[in-house]
């Protein structure tokens, strides 16, 4: 099993990024998809949660429509498309993918989100 996290990088405040979690060795479209963020020093905290099918998606208060996740089961994929960053947005991010009764449960290693002017 492996998820792959890409597209983090440095911004500058109000710019966007897109990340990509891509899925392996598991059947990603029956696993709800989920990114994280932390920071030193605090707990991980939900960013953006999407159904199986794509169909729900719930996002924490702070995106107050911001950022848009969504996915491509053809491609194994979960996206998370962040705009209007701030620097508070900086953080580690990280996919999970959650079997059905949460029975499986996997994480990302990570990409490095960075808002800074």
């Known amino acids: 099993v492996q998820l792959v996290e890409s597209g983090g990088g440095l911004v500058q405040p109000g710019e966007s990024l897109r990340l990509s979690c891509a899925a392996s060795?598991?059947?990603?479209?029956?696993?709800?998809m989920r990114w994280y963020r932390q920071t030193p020093g605090k707990e991980r905290e939900l960013v953006a949660a999407?159904?199986?099918?794509?169909?729900?998606?719930n996002y924490g208060d702070f995106v107050k429509g911001r950022f848009t996740i969504s996915r491509d089961n053809a491609k194994s994929t979960v996206y998370l498309q962040m705009n209007s960053l701030k620097p508070e947005d900086t953080a580690v991010y990280y996919c999970?993918?959650?079997?059905?009764?949460?029975?499986?449960?996997?994480w990302g290693q990570g990409t490095q989100v960075t808002v800074s002017s």
């Open positions: 999407i159904t199986s099918g794509g169909d729900n998606t």
């Open positions: 060795g598991f059947t990603f479209s029956t696993y709800g």
């Open positions: 999970r993918a959650r079997s059905p009764f949460g029975k499986y449960d996997y």
